[in-house]
């Protein structure tokens, strides 16, 4: 019996006395007093192997390796008494370091659900029947991430965090080739930033050959002012979000000369009505739209496969249809240009906005002339990969789903090592002695 609770509770490589040890079972979980075997001791003080047992006191250790059941260790710890100096002292304790209530497989499981986004510090204290705090202080005391060296490339992008008191935007670099945080700092904008990188030694920084950003001036002033070796290159996701905006800007001013102020779409005028249900036919390149489907057409009873949709809006109005034609050239040209052409694309690209005298364009060429340099580096490849934020996205809508879950972080240094220690799966786990 007491073989099989030594296994279930992986106990195995403790020196326990089966004979002296009992399981308690309760409505409350179980207890497993436990008595270690007797070795030799000798005195931390004076060093005298003649010491005898002066008493037992027991310990109770939180061992909840069974998830949602609670197990209580009572460890009947010996204190012993040395007949040279009288020196008073506990035998080695295996399952807890001093001072904890808490073993220390306990910790290792705990550290080992925190991996995950998608669990909260009150979650994993519920699966080990131990409180949030507990929980919060095993993570500070075994995490304390350090930056990485900075790599040949660096992403660089901000999360959104309501909760934080100095600052609402974190800023992240990124290791482009491996996927792996550098960094994490408390604030985006240039001065703090500065004071930051500006303690990394310059050579490190000089070793740094691509900045990858989006259209953010500080991210850009830092990369001139500190980065002197690298490149910097614009995310072209991000131009895109600026051009999907101005196309859409131009869908809803044509749609407000239709609006009949209708509470339900179907009762609206055709146009409208199109317009509005099919907005995302301005917003996404047509290739991507599947082929196959029909999309249902209600207020006409009818369904309409993309051709005939798209047909159908560009006949709304001319202005718009060019709008739409302008977008998918720049979409194109985003997909299939390279550093060769760039220039003559470019520039064609630049004069046909300028020519189409749409008001809502004006502002989006006017940006992207400003940006050209960073927009061409965007389109080198390295590895057969080219720059992008693609992975710092990735990996910041997992940051968004731990700062989600958690309701908010108010302490920047827990968030800032609980991101690193999600998302960069080799960072050790410090101070952990057995």
Same mark, same amino acid.
């Given at each position: 019996?007491?073989?099989?609770?030594?296994? !279930?509770?992986?106990? =195995?490589?403790?020196?326990?006395?089966?004979?002296?040890?009992?399981?308690?079972?309760?409505? $409350?979980?179980?207890?497993?007093?436990?008595?270690?075997?007797?070795?030799?001791?000798?005195?931390?003080?004076?060093?005298?192997?003649?010491?005898?047992?002066?008493?037992?006191? #027991?310990?109770?250790?939180?061992?909840?390796?069974?998830?949602?059941?609670?197990?209580?260790?009572?460890?009947?710890?010996?204190?012993?008494?040395?007949?040279? +100096? /009288?020196?008073?002292?506990?035998?080695?304790?295996?399952?807890?370091?001093?001072?904890?209530?808490?073993?220390?497989?306990?910790?290792? !499981?705990?550290?080992? &659900?925190?991996?995950?986004?998608?669990?909260?510090?009150?979650?994993?204290?519920?699966?080990?029947?131990?409180?949030?705090?507990?929980?919060?202080?095993?993570?500070?005391?075994?995490?304390?991430?350090?930056?990485?060296? !900075?790599?040949?490339?660096?992403?660089?992008?901000?999360?959104?965090?309501?909760?934080?008191?100095?600052?609402?935007?974190?800023?992240? !670099?990124?290791?482009? =080739?491996?996927?792996?945080?550098?960094?994490?700092y408390p604030s985006r904008h240039y001065y703090v930033l500065l004071e930051n990188l500006q303690r990394i030694p310059k050579i490190e920084r000089n070793s740094v050959n691509y900045f990858i950003m989006d259209?953010?001036?500080?991210?850009?002033?830092?990369?001139?002012?500190?980065?002197?070796?690298?490149?910097?290159?614009?995310?072209?996701?991000?131009?895109?979000?600026?051009?999907?905006m101005a196309v859409d800007m131009v869908r809803l001013r044509t749609m407000k000369k239709f609006n009949q102020g209708h509470a339900k779409l179907e009762n609206a005028n055709m146009y409208y009505y199109m317009?509005?249900?099919?907005?995302?036919?301005?917003?996404?390149?047509?290739?991507?739209?599947? =082929?196959?489907?029909?999309?249902?057409?209600?207020?006409?009873?009818?369904? @309409?496969?993309?051709?005939?949709?798209?047909?159908?809006?560009?006949?709304?109005?001319?202005?718009?249809?060019?709008?739409?034609?302008?977008?998918?050239?720049?979409?194109?040209? $985003?997909?299939? +240009?390279?550093?060769?052409?760039?220039?003559?694309?470019?520039?064609?690209?630049?004069? &046909?906005?300028?020519?189409?005298?749409?008001?809502?364009?004006?502002?989006?060429?006017?940006?992207?002339?400003? @940006?050209?340099?960073?927009?061409?580096?965007?389109?080198?490849?390295?590895?057969?990969?080219?720059?992008?934020? /693609?992975?710092? =996205?990735?990996? $910041?809508?997992?940051?968004?789903?731990?700062?989600?879950?958690?309701?908010?972080?108010?302490?920047?240094?827990?968030?800032?090592?609980?991101? #690193?220690?999600?998302?960069?799966?080799?960072?050790?786990?410090?101070?952990?002695?057995?």
């Open positions: 019996m007491n073989n099989d609770i030594i296994k !279930l509770l992986n106990l =195995e490589s403790y020196n326990i006395d089966l004979d002296k040890s009992i399981l308690i079972k309760n409505e $409350n979980g179980i207890e497993y007093v436990i008595v270690l075997n007797k070795t030799d001791v000798s005195c931390p003080k004076c060093g005298c192997i003649e010491c005898t047992i002066h008493d037992y006191r #027991i310990k109770s250790i939180k061992h909840s390796l069974l998830i949602n059941m609670p197990c209580i260790l009572k460890y009947k710890a010996r204190r012993f008494i040395c007949k040279s +100096c /009288g020196c008073q002292f506990y035998e080695h304790n295996p399952f807890c370091q001093k001072d904890e209530k808490v073993s220390l497989q306990t910790d290792l !499981l705990v550290l080992e &659900q925190l991996r995950s986004h998608t669990v909260t510090f009150s979650n994993v204290a519920k699966m080990f029947s131990i409180s949030t705090a507990s929980v919060m202080n095993i993570f500070d005391k075994y995490v304390r991430c350090s930056r990485l060296k !900075l790599p040949s490339i660096i992403s660089i992008d901000e999360i959104y965090t309501k909760n934080m008191k100095r600052d609402k935007y974190v800023c992240v !670099l990124l290791d482009f =080739e491996s996927g792996k945080i550098v960094e994490m259209m953010w001036d500080p991210y850009k002033r830092i990369a001139n002012d500190l980065f002197p070796n690298a490149k910097i290159a614009v995310d072209s996701f991000h131009v895109l979000q600026h051009l999907n317009l509005k249900k099919f907005h995302f036919f301005f917003k996404t390149p047509f290739a991507k739209l599947d =082929e196959e489907k029909l999309w249902p057409v209600n207020k006409l009873k009818t369904k @309409w496969d993309k051709y005939t949709i798209l047909g159908y809006l560009k006949s709304i109005s001319s202005e718009l249809t060019q709008a739409y034609n302008l977008a998918e050239n720049y979409r194109d040209f $985003n997909y299939y +240009c390279n550093l060769k052409t760039f220039d003559e694309d470019f520039d064609d690209l630049v004069n &046909q906005f300028f020519d189409s005298k749409i008001p809502e364009f004006f502002e989006f060429t006017k940006m992207i002339i400003r @940006w050209k340099d960073e927009i061409r580096n965007s389109f080198i490849f390295i590895n057969g990969k080219r720059l992008s934020n /693609g992975k710092i =996205e990735s990996c $910041n809508s997992r940051l968004k789903v731990l700062l989600k879950a958690a309701n908010g972080y108010q302490n920047f240094n827990r968030y800032r090592n609980r991101s #690193i220690f999600v998302i960069n799966k080799d960072t050790p786990i410090r101070n952990y002695h057995k």
